[in-house]
Nanobody, 123 residues
C-alpha cells in the first residue's frame, strides 16, 4: 500500500511564504514524477509544478518566479516553497506521484494522490 501525506498548509498574509511537504510511504520500488496541484472553490484542479526523478521541473505560468519545487529522493519527499503569496493562491493543494510499488515478485505502477492541505492567503 502506497500513501502520500502532505503537511505545511495554513493561513498566511499576502506577500508571505509557506512550505509544503509531501512524503510517500509504503512498498515503494521507485518514484518517477512528483508534483503539486491545487483546486480553488468552484474551479477545476490545476497543475502547479512538477519535478522528475532527474530533477527537471515545470511550473504553471501563474507561479513562475514565486514557487519552487524540490525533492529529497532519500526521503521520498517532495516540497513546494511558496513565496510572495497572493490571495489568488488560496486553494487546497494536492501532492501527486507516479510510483512503482513492489509486492513480492510483482511490480505495480500507479498514480497516487495525497489528501490535500488547505492554503489560505488573506489579510
Amino acid at each position: 500500500q502506497v500513501q502520500l501525506v502532505e503537511s505545511g498548509g495554513g493561513l498566511v498574509q499576502p506577500g508571505g511564504s509557506l512550505r509544503l511537504s509531501c512524503a510517500a510511504s509504503g512498498s515503494i520500488f521507485s518514484i518517477n514524477t512528483m508534483g503539486w496541484y491545487r483546486q480553488a472553490p468552484g474551479k477545476q484542479r490545476e497543475l502547479v509544478a512538477t519535478i522528475t526523478s532527474g530533477g527537471s521541473t515545470t511550473y504553471a505560468d501563474s507561479v513562475k518566479g514565486r514557487f519552487t519545487i524540490s525533492r529529497d529522493t532519500t526521503k521520498n519527499t517532495v516540497y513546494l516553497q511558496m513565496n510572495s503569496l497572493k490571495p489568488e493562491d488560496t486553494a487546497v493543494y494536492y501532492c501527486n506521484a507516479d510510483i512503482k510499488s513492489r509486492r513480492g515478485s510483482y511490480y505495480f505502477s500507479g498514480d497516487y494522490w495525497g489528501q490535500g492541505t488547505q492554503v489560505t492567503v488573506s489579510s
